[in-house]
C-alpha cells in the first residue's frame, strides 16, 4: 500500500508571507492529486500533477511534481487569510485516491 | 448540477443505534466514494463502488459496517450498532472512471456524533 507523507503537519504564518509544502512517497506517484480542505466543507481539487517534473501555477499557488514522480510541492507566495485550511495530497496508483495526513495552514490578517 | 449530496449534514445518536448515511452522487459520475474523516487518523477510505459494484471494502473497519448501492445515483452507508469511537465525519465522494485528471468532487459530508 502506497503510504503519502505531507509535512509539515501545522503551519501558522503572517499574510504576505511565502509557504511551501510536501508530500512524499517511497513509490512512484502515476498521478497526484492537491486538494484543500475547508472548515465543514469537503475537499475540493486544486491541481492534478501527472509528468515527472512537472509545475503547474494556480494564481498564487505553484505546484511541482518530482522528476522520480515520488514527491510533490505545494508553494504559496504572498499567502492571505483566505488561504488557511487543509491542503491535502492524494494519490490513485490502484484506482482508489489515498491520502497524507494533511497540512494545516494558518495565515493571519 | 448540484454537486455531491450527503445527508444528513450531522447526526447525534445513541449508542447501540442503528446510523444510516445517504450520498447522492455527480450524475454520469459511475465511481463512489466512501471516506471518514478524525483527527488522529485523517481521511480513510472505507468502500468505493464502479458501476454499482463494490470494488474495495477492504477499508470498513469491522462487520457493524454495510455499504450500498442500489442504483447510479444513490448510496448508503449503515452504522449497526454505532459506537463511540464511530463519531466521525463522513464523506462520499464520486468521480468519472478513466478521467483521473478531473480528481474526485466531495459532498459536505455527515458529522456523526455517538454518544
Known amino acids: 500500500t502506497q503510504l503519502l507523507e505531507q509535512s509539515p503537519q501545522f503551519l501558522s504564518i503572517q499574510e504576505g508571507e511565502n509557504l511551501t509544502v510536501y508530500c512524499n512517497s517511497s513509490?512512484?506517484?502515476?498521478?497526484l492529486q492537491w486538494y484543500r480542505q475547508e472548515p465543514g466543507e469537503g475537499p475540493v481539487l486544486l491541481v492534478t500533477?501527472?509528468?515527472?517534473?512537472e509545475v503547474k501555477k494556480l494564481k498564487r499557488l505553484t505546484f511541482q511534481f518530482g522528476d522520480a514522480r515520488k514527491d510533490s510541492s505545494l508553494h504559496i507566495t504572498a499567502a492571505q487569510p483566505g488561504d488557511t485550511g487543509l491542503y491535502l495530497c492524494g494519490s490513485s496508483n490502484t484506482g482508489k485516491l489515498i491520502f497524507g495526513q494533511g497540512t494545516t495552514l494558518q495565515v493571519k490578517p | 448540477d448540484a454537486g455531491v449530496i450527503q445527508s444528513p449534514r450531522h447526526e447525534v445518536t445513541e449508542m447501540g443505534q442503528e446510523v444510516t448515511l445517504r450520498c447522492k452522487p455527480i450524475?454520469?459520475?459511475?465511481?463512489l466514494f466512501w471516506y471518514r474523516q478524525t483527527m488522529m487518523r485523517g481521511l480513510e477510505l472505507l468502500i468505493y463502488?464502479?458501476?454499482?459494484?463494490?470494488?474495495?471494502d477492504s477499508g470498513m473497519p469491522e462487520d457493524r459496517f454495510s455499504a450500498k448501492m442500489p442504483n447510479a445515483s444513490f448510496s448508503t452507508l449503515k452504522i449497526q450498532p454505532s459506537e463511540p469511537r464511530d463519531s466521525a465525519v463522513y464523506f462520499c465522494?464520486?468521480?468519472?472512471?478513466?478521467?483521473?485528471?478531473?480528481?474526485?468532487?466531495f459532498g459536505s459530508g455527515t458529522r456523526l456524533t455517538v454518544v
Open positions: 500533477v501527472v509528468t515527472g517534473g
Open positions: 465522494a464520486s468521480s468519472l472512471t478513466g478521467h483521473t485528471n478531473y480528481g474526485y468532487t
Open positions: 450524475s454520469g459520475h459511475n465511481s
Open positions: 463502488f464502479n458501476n454499482n459494484v463494490p470494488i474495495d
Open positions: 513509490s512512484v506517484f502515476s498521478s
